[in-house]
């Protein structure tokens, strides 16, 4: 099983910016397409951006504009640039893998990376 890990997280001022990385662990990382989800305290996960093996990206209304989804297949991981944070970006962030495609929407696939936290307050 593919294997992700999250970092990148951490506490940031509204406004601020922030960089997650999710590295995968299977080489053939470049015919995955992969995701970012978060999930704020009880609340469920939502999914954020994903990005298809071509390129090809998608983001959640909410972030649509402040955030960029990218991928590096030579090193084999996944970015998730995000600008101009709010309080309500507060969240554990998570990658997601090996997902495909069904009528346009990403269905996610099996494999996760643990998490990083994401807070934003001043």
């Known amino acids: 099983q593919v294997q992700f890990v999250e970092s990148g997280g951490g506490l940031v001022q509204p406004g601020g910016s922030l960089r997650l990385s999710c590295v995968a662990s299977?080489?053939?990382?470049?015919?995955?397409?992969m995701a970012w989800y978060r999930q704020a305290l009880g609340k469920e996960r939502e999914l954020v951006a994903d990005?298809?093996?071509?390129?090809?990206?998608n983001y959640g209304d909410s972030v649509k504009d402040r955030f960029t989804i990218s991928r590096d297949n030579a090193k084999n991981t996944v970015y998730l640039q995000m600008n101009n944070l709010k309080p309500e970006d507060t969240a554990v962030y998570y990658c997601?893998?090996?997902?495909?495609?069904?009528?346009?929407?990403?269905?996610?696939?099996?494999?996760w990376g643990q998490g990083t936290q994401v807070a934003v307050s001043s």
């Open positions: 299977a080489s053939i990382f470049r015919v995955f397409a």
């Open positions: 990005i298809s093996a071509s390129g090809n990206t």
């Open positions: 997601n893998g090996d997902g495909w495609y069904k009528d346009g929407a990403y269905v996610p696939g099996e494999s």
